[in-house]
T-cell receptor
């Protein structure tokens, strides 16, 4: 089955700096890669996703890049703010048929220091 | 606003005493999922419903059951909770399985076992 590895497990940055979180996946058939932000005591919230037919997607301060050859994808947050502090999870899934399962990385605790 | 609602947010039960957690959605999504999330870990899929079709993960203990009486509601039943079942339980929905449909999470129910 799919295996997703996520690094780093913790990341501390100064407000205004950029943060990058990286994930690798094992199954080359995976073609959907969402990123979730989970604040303390809340459920994961989808912040951005990318499909395998594109290499990069951007939404304001957040961007995701995908390298299918290397089987890795990354989350980039620019101009970080204290409210970006949370746990971020990457995930991968394979579309088609009854395949639906999201395989999550272990999460990255991002702390943005004011 | 359309959303995924979980009740209660916090649930305390006794060792071995059956407990039911509930989830409702106003998104009219076909699929409802139940995840277990332990502290500092990624969500772990327990099972999901595609409409009325129940799909159990191979490693989900028999102690965990689910019911979906209609499109909007889904329940997680834990027949005889053990101390190891203390966790956050997350409900999620998606419009269709496969084909890269985003999953939308509720804020979870934190279950404690006395």
């Amino acid at each position: 089955g799919e295996n997703v590895e996520q690094h780093p497990s913790t990341l501390s940055v100064q407000e205004g700096d950029s943060a990058v979180i990286k994930c690798t996946y094992s199954d080359s058939a995976s073609n959907y890669f969402p990123w979730y932000k989970q604040e303390l005591g809340k459920g994961p919230q989808l912040i951005i996703d990318i499909r395998s037919n594109v290499g990069e997607k951007k939404d304001q301060r957040i961007a995701v890049t995908l390298n299918k050859t290397a089987k890795h994808f990354s989350l980039h947050i620019t101009e970080t703010q204290p409210e970006d502090s949370a746990v971020y999870f990457c995930a991968a899934s394979i579309s088609g048929g009854s395949n639906y399962k999201l395989t999550f990385g272990k999460g990255t605790l991002l702390t943005v220091n004011p | 606003d359309a959303m995924v609602i979980q009740n209660p947010r916090y649930q305390v039960t006794q060792f071995g005493k059956p407990v039911t957690l509930s989830c409702s959605q106003t998104l009219n999504h076909n699929v409802m999922y139940w995840y277990q999330q332990k502290s500092s870990q990624a969500p772990k899929l327990l099972f999901h419903y595609y409409d009325k079709d129940f799909n159990n993960e191979a490693d989900t203990p028999d102690n965990f059951q689910s019911r979906r009486p209609n499109t909007s509601f889904c329940f997680l039943d834990i027949r005889s909770p053990g101390l190891g079942d203390a966790a956050m339980y997350l409900c999620a929905t998606s419009r269709l399985t496969g084909w890269n449909q985003p999953q939308h999470f509720g804020d979870g129910t934190r279950l404690s076992i006395l």
